[in-house]
């Protein structure tokens, strides 16, 4: 595979400026609703907090890779005096939990950076996160070039993993017929 | 499709476990907004003032505002409405926190308790999945505690839970409702659920709220978010520090106490202590809340920072709003220390942080002023701070002197007698007050104080400076970015008014102006306890993000109900008028309307009288302060006229 000049978006998480609002869930939802901010619904949020006010956890957790298949993280992390799952940290839509998975559809989510046109200044969470627990950056990185694979494959690929391939495919096969 | 609500009520009878999804008629969100006002309109229907607080026809009803769980930042507010033990009245308390968003996004506007359970029960609302759960391990938790248990043991950390404590549980008529970081603690509301036997309600909604307009809706929003940021780099000038910024008084962050210590009053709203904060109280005080305050928190989708979670060695963690961190210290005449630690347990028990603190010192001054006896305190230490713990135990037990103290000052005054009601002494309607006292009367709060419904000022007041800038420098400075104004005409008259001499405090602002004063105050909070917006970005602060020119847009982009400011300020006087029509079939009159007798030194009979004569007939009422047939009519409220004619109160002319 050939090296391509990429840009590489990240956003650096300060939890200790976070004051546990959710409004980047609430924006995030609103923003990938159809059409845009026609609805708004955290469960859908591809960003979620990891909440527990009275221990004094709030940590956002952005939505990763979707995975057929749930790990063995079941451990704890004890961090300046507080525990945490490991289990929360993670960005998988993995099957073990509802966690980015859409609510109604069950198919996986995952943070696209609010890829817009014309493109956003910066995602949504952090254009609404003024407390600046979330800090955007650009930088430019060599990358080796990878085939993505586009939001209606992964969802697919979900179905498929729950009910099926031959199941599925008889089931587009039926809905296309009809339509 | 229904638009920023979400066109359901729950309705549940505790006596017989029914449980109804009921959809709500769209007319009501055209005339009552929602939240408070479709709440009042539900109370008028079904609960005749022959139904009193404890009877099982009493409805409790929790509801989300308008605009609660769209992306509107702060629309947050539950309102919660019943009637009152302490009043009588109406009560609506309210909170913020993350309960009434959650309750939209389980499909719900409102959830309507009627009847009563006879084991403690808590309610469960897991989107179309209803269940009334036996609560009898929870007896006798605390508040915060049982949300914790509920969560566990429902496995959802997601869930969201207001629960009352053991105050609640035992009807105290002060006992708060807690959630999260906030609560429902004026009135009485925990003492309501309680005698229905609820112990909690829980609640987790994975659906969506929908806004008609998403392009102009957001475009609003993004607004009120610019303007915050804005504010936030722009205090405003010539103000104490607690006035400078949005959101509740930011109590959880200043450590400068300087203006409440030394201008609010100690013990039972009796002392006040102007050399109190010296350089040696300061540094010893921020050091204390530097060391139990871990985290500035917030409610759901709101920048500000107005909580803060609390950790006190000893005591399990808490999260406390605002003022109570001094109501208990002053109370006691004790040290902020000492506030932390008793509001802890006072946040477990579910009391509310003004009626308690108020109610244990006056208990103590009945002890010194020989009215009450050591034989009416058994057991109880002898130092200030160890009698606090020892009567919020009693009283949140209803055990010995406790029984009477948990009806608050008032009506424990009318049971002990021999001189005691002199000491109930900062009360309207029977409820307490701000521990304030002050010498020359301001006409604007004098009319808030008599006629507000919510018998709190902290609930009426704001927008308007509560003083005369000094110099006309500083005013035309105020004035040149005041955009909140509903009409440049408020901008004469803060300019006009002196701190002394011509065009002072009386007789100014004249009876006129003050009316129109509180018409633009109480507008701004009946809009938003309709939509569910927190005042701490609307109606209370200073040059808020929200007011009576963009809160149309809200409106109309949210629900697709064209509103304009006619048409809301026409609703806003609805519901004003309506609750005013609750309290008046309840017994309330004009005699009711008046400040604690001690609350201003300086008192004006004749002017006092005109700025009531003068309010009421602004409002349409008549000079008893009820509604007339006439102005209930132009006010779509033609069914509250007949009802107050048929019960003789409104006399057909």
Not at chain 1, 117 to 146: F, G, H, S, T
Not at chain 2, 215 to 221: Q, R, V
Request: one cysteine or more; aromatic letters at 10%; hydrophobic letters at 35%.
């Amino acid at each position: 595979m050939s090296k391509v000049k990429k840009i590489i978006k990240t956003i650096t998480v300060d939890i200790e400026k976070c004051n546990g609002c959710r409004a980047c869930e609430a924006v995030c939802s609103a923003f990938h609703a159809e059409p845009k901010y026609s609805t708004i619904n955290p469960e859908r949020s591809r960003i979620r907090m990891m909440r527990h006010p009275l221990k004094d956890i709030f940590i956002p957790v952005y939505a990763g890779e979707y995975t057929p298949a749930e790990c063995m993280g079941r451990d704890k992390y004890i961090i300046d005096g507080r525990e945490y799952d490991e289990c929360g940290f993670c960005r998988a839509a993995c099957p073990s939990r509802t966690l980015f998975h859409e609510p109604d559809s069950g198919l996986p989510l995952k943070c696209d950076m609010c890829e817009d046109d014309p493109p956003q200044e910066k995602p949504l969470c952090v254009q609404w996160c003024i407390n600046d627990a979330l800090i955007y950056e650009e930088r430019e990185e060599e990358v080796e070039e990878e085939v993505q694979i586009d939001d209606v494959e992964v969802g697919i690929k979900s179905l498929a993993d729950k009910h099926g391939i031959d199941k599925v495919v008889e089931t587009l096969t039926r809905m296309s017929q009809k339509s | 499709m229904r638009y920023a609500e979400t066109g359901y009520y729950l309705e549940v009878d505790l006596s017989t476990g029914n449980v109804e999804r009921v959809e709500s008629d769209p007319k009501w969100t055209e005339l009552y907004m929602g939240g408070l006002g479709t709440n009042a309109k539900i109370l008028w229907d079904r609960v005749p003032p022959e139904i009193e607080a404890f009877s099982p026809d009493n409805l409790l009803i929790f509801s989300a505002g308008l605009l609660g769980g769209t992306l509107a930042p702060g629309a947050n507010r539950a309102i919660v409405s019943t009637i009152s033990p302490q009043t009588g009245l109406m009560a609506y308390s309210m909170m913020g926190g993350f309960f009434a968003p959650e309750l939209k996004y389980a499909g719900y506007d409102k959830v309507i308790i009627r009847g009563k359970s006879p084991d403690l029960v808590y309610l469960w609302i897991n989107n179309d999945k209803v269940e009334i759960r036996d609560a009898s391990h929870l007896k006798g938790k605390g508040a915060v505690e049982t949300q914790e248990l509920i969560k566990q043991e429902l496995n959802e950390p997601k869930a969201h839970v207001a629960a009352i404590g053991l105050a609640g549980e035992n009807k105290v008529w002060y006992a708060s409702i807690e959630q999260g970081r906030s609560s429902c603690s004026r009135a009485g509301v925990g003492a309501v659920m309680g005698d229905k036997g609820l112990k909690a309600i829980a609640v987790r909604g994975t659906k969506d709220v929908n806004v008609a307009q998403p392009a102009e809706f957001i475009k609003e929003c993004n607004g009120i978010m610019d303007y915050i940021k804005y504010r936030a780099d722009n205090p405003i000038k010539n103000v104490e520090p607690i006035f400078q910024n949005l959101g509740s008084p930011q109590e959880m962050l200043l450590h400068d106490e300087k203006w409440h210590t030394t201008g609010f009053m100690w013990g039972n709203a009796r002392a006040r202590r102007k050399d109190f904060w010296t350089e040696e109280v300061e540094e010893q005080w921020t050091s204390v809340q530097e060391s139990v305050r871990k985290r500035l928190i917030s409610c759901y989708n709101c920048p500000m920072k107005c909580g803060g979670l609390i950790s006190v060695p000893g005591s399990p963690n808490y999260m406390m709003k605002c003022y109570s961190k001094l109501t208990y210290t002053m109370a006691a005449y004790s040290d902020l220390a000492f506030g932390f630690k008793i509001a802890q347990m006072a946040t477990e028990y579910g009391v509310d942080g003004f009626s308690c603190p108020q109610t244990m010192a006056f208990a103590l001054e009945l002890l010194e002023a020989g009215i009450l006896t050591e034989a009416d305190f058994p057991g109880m230490p002898s130092d200030t701070e160890g009698r606090f713990y020892w009567l919020l135990d009693r009283i949140v037990r209803r055990e010995g002197i406790g029984d009477i103290l948990a009806n608050g000052t008032y009506w424990a005054a009318q049971a002990i007698g021999k001189g005691a009601e002199e000491y109930a002494h900062n009360n309207i309607k029977k409820h307490e007050q701000l521990p304030l006292k002050l010498g020359m009367l301001n006409p604007v709060y004098f009319l808030m104080y008599c006629t507000g419904e919510k018998i709190n000022i902290t609930q009426i007041e704001g927008q308007f400076p509560q003083e005369p800038f000094p110099t006309i420098e500083s005013r035309e400075e105020f004035i040149r970015d005041w955009i909140q104004v509903p009409d440049e005409k408020f901008k004469k008259y803060f300019l006009d008014w002196n701190a002394r001499g011509e065009n002072s405090n009386p007789q100014y602002p004249t009876p006129e102006i003050a009316a129109e004063l509180v018409d633009w105050m109480e507008r701004m909070h009946y809009i938003d306890d309709a939509l569910g917006v927190c005042a701490g970005l609307s109606s209370f602060p200073l040059k808020p993000p929200y007011h009576i020119h963009n809160y149309p847009r809200f409106f109309s982009a949210g629900t697709g109900i064209e509103m304009d400011e006619d048409t809301l300020t026409q609703a806003a006087r609805r519901n004003r008028t309506l609750i005013r029509a609750i309290n008046v079939r309840r017994g309330m009159t004009r005699a009711d309307e008046k400040p604690p007798e001690d609350h201003w030194r300086k008192r004006f009979p004749e002017l006092e009288k005109a700025l009531l004569d003068v309010y009421y007939k602004f409002r349409g009422w008549d000079e008893r302060g009820i509604p007339t047939k006439e102005y209930l009519q132009e006010m779509d409220l033609g069914f509250v006229a007949e009802d107050l004619e048929k019960r003789g109160i409104l006399k057909d002319e």
